[in-house]
């Protein structure tokens, strides 16, 4: 979290360059090419939502858990019932069933369903176009005021 400008471009100059390791990368890691940058908002529900390339299935996969803001390694040892997993087809992309049906395992409701499904799509749409190999939002939550 930054409070000014200034300081996201600081943290985003550390972080580009710097190999990202994690469970989900080589041992060697990833190095970060580019930083996302959104606004800071208050959170009362917390959700896992990832899309990565998936060797084992040569495509891109929708990974998401209702437990989010957590290690997502943790609930995957200790709660593997928690993570929901979309394969989505390279040529044909994501369908709206794939991401309703994403938003729905992270217990977004009513308008909400419909707004996460869309914010799900729009994430998709952004790892093509950003050639990605992984793109994660961690917490993708919701506000207090029901906005997700």
């Known amino acids: ?6 300081v996201v471009g600081q943290l985003a100059k550390q972080m580009i360059g710097y190999n990202l390791a994690t ?6 890691g990833v190095k970060v090419k580019k930083v996302m940058v959104a606004e800071a908002l208050d959170i009362s529900r917390e959700t896992y939502l ?3 390339m998936d060797r084992s299935c040569n495509g891109p996969v929708l990974v998401g858990s209702p437990q989010g803001g957590v290690d ?3 609930v995957a040892a200790s709660n593997p019932e928690l993570i929901f997993k979309e394969q989505i087809d390279i ?8 991401a309703q049906r994403m ?3 992270l217990g977004f409701l009513g308008p909400l369903k419909n707004q996460a ?3 799900i799509k729009k994430l998709y749409n952004l790892f093509l176009k950003i050639d990605a ?3 994660e939002v961690n917490p993708f939550g919701e506000t207090p005021e029901g906005q997700g």
Not at 23 to 28: D, L, N
Not at 91 to 98: N, P, R, V, W
């Open 1 to 6: 979290m930054a409070d000014s400008p200034k």
């Open 117 to 119: 499904a869309d914010q």
């Open 23 to 28: 469970k989900q990368t080589p041992k060697e």
């Open 133 to 135: 190999t992984q793109v």
């Open 72 to 74: 997502i390694e943790e």
């Open 50 to 52: 990832a899309i990565l």
């Open 103 to 105: 938003a729905e395992n």
């Open 91 to 98: 040529i044909e992309g994501i369908k709206d069933s794939q």
